[in-house]
């Protein structure tokens, strides 16, 4: 059984940072294309970060140079690092796993960023 678990969201405030976490069990990790979306509310679910097999990544425009998407493909762990957050990064942040036309999610983290 696939299982993807985000973890390490919770209320920021704006400049602020957080780790999101999301253990990956029942695939072969090492495989999978990993991605960070996040679906903000009234808002379509749209693509944050993504990471290859071999460790390339890429970035929506809005998160460039603030979010960092790594993995750890002994621990079946992959994480995305936000640092100064915006009130617009709020969202529910879901870990996906991808490979040949197989697709997982994870619950999703709620991210909201406020005074």
């Known amino acids: 059984q696939v299982q993807l678990a985000e973890s390490g969201g919770g209320l920021v405030q704006p400049g602020g940072s957080l780790r999101l976490s999301c253990a990956a069990s029942?695939?072969?990790?090492?495989?999978?294309?990993m991605g960070w979306y996040r679906q903000a509310p009234g808002k379509q679910r749209e693509l944050v970060a993504v990471?290859?097999?071999?460790?390339?990544?890429n970035y929506v425009d809005s998160v460039k140079g603030r979010f960092t998407i790594s993995r750890d493909n002994a621990e079946k762990l992959v994480y995305l690092q936000m640092n100064s957050l915006k009130a617009e990064d709020t969202a529910v942040y879901y870990c996906?796993?991808?490979?040949?036309?197989?697709?997982?999610w994870g619950r999703g983290a709620l991210v909201t960023v406020s005074l």
């Open positions: 996906n796993a991808q490979f040949r036309g197989m697709s997982y």
């Open positions: 029942g695939i072969t990790f090492s495989y999978y294309v």
């Open positions: 990471i290859t097999s071999g460790g390339r990544t």
